[in-house]
Nanobody, 123 residues
């Protein structure tokens, strides 16, 4: 059973940056596609980006060019570097693991989820 714990959330200014981390235990993330999702107040959870087990990234168009997913296999940790933050990036961010290898934007493909970390962007 893979357990995921996100950290690094908090408050940031418009145009600023935050680095989210997701530490995994109970499994080796190098064999999973690791994804990030977010849920803004009053909205459904949505895909942000992912990194396949072959290190192929894919991003939603709303964050492409601003956010980067990476991982450190030695630390069994995946990261979400968020730059040029916008008000609309305010949400709870969730880390998730997909054991099927290929990248996916679908929540149902991700078997393991963290509890989330809050990101608030303000002026």
């Amino acid at each position: 059973q893979v357990q995921l714990v996100e950290s690094g959330g908090g408050m940031a200014q418009v145009g600023g940056s935050l680095l989210l981390s997701c530490a995994a235990s109970g499994g080796t993330i190098s064999v999973y596609t690791m994804g990030w999702f977010r849920q803004a107040p009053g909205k459904k959870r949505e895909f942000v980006g992912c990194l396949s087990e072959s290190d192929s990234p894919y991003y939603d168009k709303s964050v492409k060019g601003r956010f980067t997913v990476s991982r450190d296999d030695a630390k069994n940790t995946v990261y979400l570097q968020m730059n040029t933050l916008k008000y609309e990036d305010t949400a709870i961010y969730y880390c998730a693991a997909n054991p099927r290898g290929l990248w996916s934007t679908l929540e149902k493909e991700y078997d393991y989820w963290g509890r989330g970390t809050q990101v608030t962007v303000s002026s």
